[in-house]
């Protein structure tokens, strides 16, 4: 694992991301959330190194991948990038093509779906240093395709701080609304507790 980092550190060198951090920030993130789901060190390697492929081609590939890290992760990684690379016109066209093309992936290897959920995850988490339009789109991208992933594979805890992040992008006035109303009905269960000692 830690020579996985500082092959990606070294690849990631001078990238940053729209927040002002530095790039590798995100792969370690992305394989944090790996490590917590408890997947094998494969999967945690192929985190740190997902984006290598994609956002350093010019000094790296899926063959040096596979000649340091093995066939394993080589796979993983190659299985993150061709799902980095889908594009899409419409919503519609998204959700039917990304979800063939996910599933296709699965049947390879479930863990290329895991370690790409993890990637959208902490995406979404850091998401508001990204401008408006993109970051809604990845957000209805988030609701309709990733989200109904995560639950098709029940990790529900993932799949709904999937949609919480998405709906706070998506319907910030329904958001704020659910949330204000979540907060009264805790401090009012708290109330009750206390009075009821």
Known sequence: R????????????????????PYISHPIAVAEIVATLELDTDSICAALLHDTVE?????TNIDYI???FGEQVAMLVDGLTKISKIKFTDREEAQ????????????????????KLA???????????????????KAVECMEVYAPIAHRLGMKALKEELE??????LDPVA?????????????????????NR
């Open 2 to 21: 830690l020579s996985a980092y500082l092959y990606a550190d070294e690849l990631h060198s001078g990238q940053f991301r729209n927040s002002g951090e």
């Open 55 to 59: 956002d350093c081609g010019t000094k």
């Open 66 to 68: 596979r000649q340091y």
């Open 96 to 115: 039917a093509e990304n979800v063939r093309k996910m599933l296709i992936a699965m049947s390879n290897d479930i863990r290329v779906i895991i370690v």
């Open 119 to 137: 990637d959208r995850l902490h995406n979404m988490r850091t998401i508001e240093c990204v401008k408006d339009q993109k970051r809604r789109d």
């Open 164 to 169: 919480d992040l998405s709906l706070r992008y």
């Open 175 to 195: 958001y704020n609304e659910i949330e204000k109303e979540l907060k009264l009905t805790e401090n009012e269960r708290n109330t009750f507790i206390e009075e």
